[in-house]
């Protein structure tokens, strides 16, 4: 295993795999081809959204998603997940054997305490309710939702979340939620990434390393939470290595310079000023990585642009 990744040797059981929730169709070719990393050694376990007897398995998806966004508003949907999230794209992570879950675990993921909100399983006369996670061959621990655009080499992340955010701290797996949307841009051999989160949310600490990240979007109305970063990365996995080691991006800071003027993620006016500077063509802005791991979650950022070169 990669040194940077000791204290993830979980992804060494055989009883923990990654998975990828995908209809045939939209299986990858090649997997893995574009970016060489090895972090990545155990063979994918494969589902099909489009077979009912995965049912139990999207159901936990379901459950496992509404928990961890239902807080902020934000739960997807089943219809949603199915039309326009594992139809056109696919959802990957990673899923243990009920032998390898921790109490902890089992509790969190637990069926009968945590049923997926619209299931017609209660309902179907035809459909059998699983109560048990020992009845399931394995069990979906994160999510990434990952979809093609119409941009070539453009996906957008959808969807990130984790069993790590619903059992107490330090009784998760070690970068699960890191090191699951590293295995969908792997594995699916994404060259850009765009996604949107919020100012001031604690995804922003993830999401920033997975390739120098510029802001196409400050200031976003159009979407249920205005105050969201539209952004888009160039996937580059030596940013996935500053994650674990905290070394300073030399790259970042060959390539970027501060523009003198800062992001304030309390201020809406900050983020429309900031939009309209983008809408006026004056960018490419960036964000650092390295300045939004060091800084409180409500700390004023500094934009950054694209040096001269000569």
């Not at 949310?201 to 249920?224: D, M, Q, T, W």
């Not at 006026?280 to 791991?293: D, N, Q, T, Y």
Request: aromatic share 12%; charged share 20%; with cysteine.
């Amino acid at each position: 295993m990669n040194p940077l990744l000791a204290k993830a040797n979980w992804m060494e059981r055989d009883d923990i795999r990654p998975y990828v929730f995908v209809r045939p169709e939209n299986q990858i070719a090649q997997p893995g081809s574009v970016h060489r990393l090895n972090w990545f050694q155990q063979e994918p376990i494969f589902k099909d959204p489009l077979d009912i007897s995965e049912l139990a398995f999207a159901d936990r998806l379901y459950s496992l998603e509404e928990r961890a966004f239902g807080p902020s508003n934000m739960a997807m949907p089943r219809w949603v997940f199915y039309d326009c999230a594992v139809m056109p794209g696919f959802v990957a992570g990673f899923a243990a054997k009920p032998s390898a879950l921790t109490k902890e675990m089992r509790d969190a993921l637990d069926p009968k305490k945590f049923p997926a909100t619209g299931s017609p399983i209660k309902t179907s006369s035809v459909l059998k309710e699983v109560t048990s996670l020992d009845e399931m061959d394995w069990i979906p621990l994160s999510l990434f939702i990952i979809i093609p655009t119409m941009h070539k080499g453009e996906w957008v992340a959808h969807n990130l979340c984790s069993v790590n955010s619903l059992v107490p701290e330090g009784q998760g797996f070690y970068g699960l939620g890191f090191l699951s949307k590293a295995f969908g841009l792997w594995y699916a051999n994404v060259d850009q990434c765009s996604g949107m989160t919020q100012w001031g949310s604690p995804a922003l600490k993830l999401h920033s390393h997975y390739g120098h990240l510029e802001v196409i979007g400050a200031y976003a109305p159009v979407h249920s939470h205005a105050k969201t970063i539209t952004y888009r990365v160039q996937v580059n996995t030596n940013c996935w290595e500053k994650f674990f080691n905290k070394e300073p991006d030399l790259a970042f800071l060959e390539n970027y310079g501060p523009t003198g003027t800062f992001i304030d993620p309390k201020s809406e006016e900050s983020m429309l000023d900031f939009q309209k500077r983008i809408e006026r063509s004056e960018g490419p802005f960036f964000l650092s990585a390295g300045e939004i791991a060091q800084k409180k979650l409500d700390e004023k950022l500094m934009i950054y642009s694209l040096k001269q070169q000569y």
